[in-house]
Structure formats: C-alpha cells, structure tokens
C-alpha cells in the first residue's frame, strides 16, 4: 500500500542555518503531497502542498519540490529561526484523499 | 473564517467508559475527516464522512464510529475504553483534497 518515509530526527539546528528534512513515499497513481506542521500542544497546520510532478510547494520561507523520478518530496528552508522548532510530517493523499503520514521529524533550532 | 474546532479539548476517562468527541468544520467544507494521534504508532486515519454518509474507514476496531450531521459537524464515539486508546484525536475537514486541522482532543484513558 501507500507509504511515507522520513528522515529520522531529531534535527537539531544553529538559527540561520539551512534545514533539508528528507521524505519520500510509495504509491500507485499520482498523489498530492503534502508537509505539515505541529508546535508542541497544537494540531497539524498545513505548511504547504504540490499536487504534480515539478510543482512546487513554498510558505514562509519553506520549499519541496515534487520531484516523481526519484519518489521525494523533500523540505528546505534557507534560514532557520527559533520559532520554526516542531515536528513536521510529510503525508501522501491518493485515490482515497485520506492522508497518509510519515513518521514525523522533530527539529529544534538553538539561537 | 472560522477553522476547525473540537471539542473537547481535554478529556479524562476510564476502562470500560464511552466516550463522544464533537468536531465543526470550516464553513462550506463537507468532508470531515478523523485521526489518531499516538506516540507509537504516529498518525492513524480513522475515518472519513461525506455529505452524512462515511466514504473512508481505517483499520480500527468497531468500537470506533463516528457520525456527520447534515450541517457538516461530525462526532466521534469509542465505546469500552481501553488503556490504549489514550491519544490525541484529531478531525480535519475540506473542501478539495487538502485538509485542514483542529486543535484536537487529548483523551486519557486511566
């Protein structure tokens, strides 16, 4: 079935620093995919989506390409702050539209 | 507008009890969508209403069911409580493909 991996964490970071966290995933068809995240005692907020291969998705300062030849959907952010430390899920939505989450990744960004 | 809201927000119950978790949804959204949120086993889809009627179900027990009003709110009902299903239960709801998120609903089970 449809499947999320991400990277382990935690991920931890100087501020300013540039972040990658690694996601790819395993499906049938031609899923939308999706970033999500999570500040500590919250729900999930969308961060940002891609719904084709070479879209990309970008919000407040973060970036993921779809990228279908390699199965990724990895973020980037060029320059970390404090305030971007959560845990950020990676999820898949296919024929279904349920989603489909990675594991999460933790990142915490020291000043 | 208004986002997803839950209710409650906190809830603390024992073996054996029932419990109801409520969910409003985005104005003008009809999907309404729920998860479990564990530490072990991460982010768990539970099920998905439509327009009243359930279009998606996850792989729980029966004991999990839900329900959708016709004004798109959507309640949640785990009858025989166990240990296990202390978690954070979260509904989102949507109007395409992308789905937005409640704060969520902190279930104790003691």
């Known amino acids: 079935g449809d499947s999320v991996t991400q990277m382990e964490g935690p991920v931890t970071l100087s501020e300013e620093a540039f972040l990658t966290i690694n996601c790819t995933y395993t499906?049938?068809?031609?899923?939308?995919l999706f970033w999500y995240v999570q500040y500590p005692g919250e729900g999930l907020q969308l961060l940002l989506k891609?719904?084709?291969?070479?879209d990309k998705g970008s919000n407040k300062g973060f970036e993921a390409t779809y990228r279908k030849e390699t199965t990724s959907f990895h973020l980037e952010k060029g320059s970390v702050q404090v305030s971007d430390s959560a845990v950020y899920f990676c999820?898949?939505?296919?024929?279904?539209?349920?989603?489909?989450f990675g594991t999460g990744t933790r990142l915490q960004v020291f000043p | 507008k208004a986002g997803v809201t839950q209710t409650p927000r906190y809830l603390i119950k024992t073996r054996g009890q029932q419990v109801t978790l409520s969910c409003s949804p985005i104005?003008?959204?009809?999907?309404v969508s729920w998860y479990q949120q564990t530490p072990g086993q991460g982010l768990q889809f539970l099920f998905e209403?439509?327009?009243?009627?359930?279009?998606n179900k996850g792989n729980f027990p029966g004991r999990f069911s839900g329900r959708q009003f016709s004004n798109s709110r959507s309640e949640m009902n785990v009858s025989t409580l166990e240990l296990g299903d202390s978690a954070l239960y979260l509904c989102?709801?949507?109007?395409?493909?992308?789905?937005?998120f409640g704060p969520g609903t902190r279930l104790l089970v003691l």
């Open positions: 999820a898949l939505s296919g024929d279904t539209d349920k989603l489909i």
């Open positions: 499906a049938t068809g031609y899923p939308s």
């Open positions: 891609a719904t084709k291969a070479d």
């Open positions: 104005s003008g959204h009809r999907s």
């Open positions: 209403y439509f327009s009243e009627t359930q279009r």
């Open positions: 989102a709801s949507a109007l395409g493909e992308t789905q937005y």
